[in-house]
């Protein structure tokens, strides 16, 4: 029997929704090998994130408290430490971002387990579990077996569904560790505010690159006419075009939504990696023989800044 520890992403009042993915693939592993899936919540102020865990059928341990109010990995790793001794896990999960980029290869470290990061799925048979992860921009699909114990992950949100709400878990606070010396204090969080829906959670995103020569206009008229999030390439971003959040790819953000439209995108590998799980990707690019065409279920050979203007009035039908 292999306990789970599923780590929650969250912003203090809200659970990220990439830890609804995650907790899909923590149910899949928990399912094939017997186990609990369990839930922690780290913060300040974070009960109500984790009554929003326990809705999806899970026991949570919150460690609430002003000593972890931001998620330093030097301390939170200690309280993810805690919780997996304490519920026994075997297996530690996170949704791949930033913040368990940061917190769970220093929980691999404490735990003595080896970890696997972007995991987009499982192989292997019964308990046996191994996992799949992209390499070289998705290009090779490796799949690894972790030898260690105990097993730490972290898994790709697009590539698993958001786990439904179930028959709610009991929720239990968990007395923080001896933090001991921590070297690194939190100065400030700059949250990107944006009436945009996040990129990440969005329905619908268009994209720019290097073709808008730094004019953004139709990408964002075109967002906004369709409730969309806006994405860029690399090449936009180092430009100075658009802020490096934005940034789709290998190197940026990961994004699956129903449609993805990319403007004045030439489709390198790099770029690619980062929006392939889309369900239907348009194109509008001038370069007939532009990659991203290869991969595009709809594609339009074209200036952006003529075409994209002629969509808005067709999709107002005007
Ligand atoms: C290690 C590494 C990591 C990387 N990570 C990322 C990453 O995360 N994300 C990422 O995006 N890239 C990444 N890159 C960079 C990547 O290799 C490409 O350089 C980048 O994606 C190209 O961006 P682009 O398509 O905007 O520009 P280009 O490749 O220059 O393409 C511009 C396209 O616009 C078209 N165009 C020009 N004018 C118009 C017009 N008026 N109307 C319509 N079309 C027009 C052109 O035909 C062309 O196809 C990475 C590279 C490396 C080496």
Same mark, same amino acid.
């Given at each position: 029997m292999s306990n789970v520890l599923l780590v929650a992403e969250h912003l203090n009042q809200s659970l990220k929704k990439s830890s609804l993915h995650a907790l899909e693939a923590a149910r899949q592993i928990a399912s094939r090998s017997g186990g609990k899936v369990f839930g922690l919540v780290v913060g300040k102020g974070v009960g109500e994130v984790a009554n929003e865990l326990a809705r999806h059928g899970v026991e949570v341990l919150v460690a609430d408290d002003a000593r972890v109010e931001h998620p330093l990995a030097e301390a939170w790793s200690k309280v993810v430490e805690k919780a997996a001794k304490e519920v026994s896990a075997t297996y530690v999960v996170a949704a791949s971002g930033s913040q368990s980029k940061d917190v769970l290869p220093r929980v691999a470290a404490r735990l003595g387990a080896g970890m696997a990061s972007d995991v987009i799925g499982f192989g292997g048979e019964g308990a046996e579990i191994t996992f799949k992860r992209p390499m070289w921009a998705g290009s090779v699909i490796a799949e690894v077996e972790i030898t260690t114990p105990v097993k730490v992950l972290t898994v790709r949100p697009t590539d698993f569904s958001a786990a439904q709400p179930g028959e709610a878990g009991q929720v239990r606070s968990l007395e923080l560790p001896d933090l001991g010396t921590i070297r690194t204090h939190f100065v400030e969080f700059r949250q990107v505010k944006s009436e945009r829906p996040p990129l990440t959670e969005a329905r619908i995103v268009v994209s720019g690159g290097r073709g808008t020569r730094g004019d953004f206009s139709p990408v964002e008229a075109l967002a906004d006419q369709l409730g969309a999030a806006v994405g860029a390439t690399r090449a936009a971003v180092d430009a100075g075009w658009? /802020?490096?959040?934005?940034q789709v790819g290998q190197t940026g953000k990961t994004v699956a939504p129903d449609l993805y439209i990319a403007l004045g995108i030439s489709g390198a590998i790099q770029h690619v $990696? @980062?929006?392939? @799980?889309?369900k239907v990707i348009v194109a509008i690019n001038k370069? /007939?023989? $532009? /990659?991203?065409f290869q991969i595009a279920d709809y594609g339009l050979v074209g200036d952006l800044f003529q075409v994209v203007p002629e969509l808005q009035k067709a999709l107002t039908g005007k």
């Open positions: 658009v /802020p490096n959040d934005l $990696a @980062g929006m392939k @799980g889309s370069d /007939p023989d $532009a /990659p991203i």
